[in-house]
C-alpha cells in the first residue's frame, strides 16, 4: 500500500456522494477471510509498537483507550491491556472481532463501524483518554477521512491523545489486491496528512517514519508514516 501501486494499473473506485455513508460490507468480508494471515504477513510492527509505547509512557495508570480498527488485537490491544489500561476495540470485521476476542480475553470487542461509535450515536461508548487507529483509516474513502477524525476528537476527553498511522500514497479508495483478496485503500501524501489532521483540531506531538516490506509478495513494499497527536480543544 505504497506509492508504488499507482504505477499497478489498479482500479480506482470512485468514492460515495458527500453525506452518503459506502457499503463497507466487501471490506469487512475481505477481512473476515485473511483472519490471521494478516499477522503472518506484517510480523514486524515496529512502528506500531513504538506508538502504543508512547501511549503507555505519557497516560495515567488506568486510562481508557479505544483502538480503533482493531483486527486481530495483537500487537496494540494485547500490549495496552498489559499496560493496566482499560482497551474498546473496535472492528467491522467479524473474523477479526472473533480473533480479538480470543488473543486479547481482558480487552473488550464490539463489531462496528466507526460511523456508530460517535457520541450519542447507536452504539455510545463514552469517551476516552486515547484513541489508537493504526492503518484503520486508509480503509475510508478521502471524503470520509474529515469525518472520521472529528469522530475521534469528539471521543476523545480534552487533552486526549491519538495515535494514528497511514500509508504515504496519493490515492483515493483504491482497489488493490491483498493477501489474495480486494480491498479500497485511500492515502496522503506526508504534507498533506499532516494538514489534514491539523485541520481536525489535532496538535502533531511527534511523527515517524518506516519503509515496510510484507513478507507476503502480493503486498507491495510501502512506507508507514505514525503520527503521534493531542487533542486540541
Known amino acids: ?42 510480523p514486524y510492527k515496529k512502528g506500531q509498537l513504538a506508538a502504543a509505547e508512547w501511549l503507555i509512557r505519557t497516560l495515567p495508570a488506568g486510562s481508557r483507550v479505544l483502538d480503533l480498527g482493531c483486527g486481530t488485537g495483537l500487537p496494540t490491544a494485547r500490549q495496552l491491556v498489559e499496560a493496566g489500561f482499560e482497551v474498546i476495540g473496535v472492528d467491522l470485521s467479524r473474523g477479526m472481532v472473533d480473533l480479538a476476542r480470543e488473543y486479547v480475553p481482558r480487552a473488550t470487542f464490539h463489531r462496528l463501524d466507526i460511523a456508530d461509535v460517535a457520541p450519542g450515536g447507536p452504539h455510545d461508548l ?38 494514528l498511522s497511514m500509508v504515504e500514497a496519493d490515492v483515493d479508495y483504491f482497489t488493490i489486491p ?45 512506507e508507514q508514516l505514525f503520527l503521534n497527536c493531542s487533542r486540541r480543544g
Do not use: C, K
Not at 453525506?19 to 468480508?29: H, N
Not at 511527534?206 to 507491495?220: F, G, L
Open 1 to 42: 500500500m505504497s506509492e508504488g501501486f499507482l504505477e499497478t494499473g489498479y482500479e480506482s473506485d470512485e468514492a460515495a456522494p458527500e453525506g452518503t455513508r459506502p457499503d463497507r460490507e466487501g471490506q469487512a468480508e475481505a477481512f473476515d477471510a485473511i483472519g490471521d494471515r494478516y499477522d503472518e504477513a506484517f
Open 126 to 163: 463514552g469517551r476516552f483518554d486515547a484513541v489508537a487507529a493504526f492503518f484503520s483509516l486508509l480503509m475510508l474513502p478521502r471524503t470520509e477521512i474529515p469525518r472520521a477524525l472529528r469522530t475521534i476528537h469528539d471521543l476523545l476527553l480534552p487533552g486526549g491523545l491519538f495515535a
Open 178 to 222: 491483498f493477501l489474495g483478496n480486494t480491498i479500497r485503500v485511500s492515502g496522503y501524501l506526508r504534507d498533506d496528512l499532516r494538514a489534514v489532521i491539523e485541520e481536525a483540531d489535532f496538535e502533531i506531538v511527534d511523527e515517524s517514519s518506516y519503509t515496510y516490506a510484507p513478507a507476503i509478495s502480493d503486498v507491495p513494499p510501502e
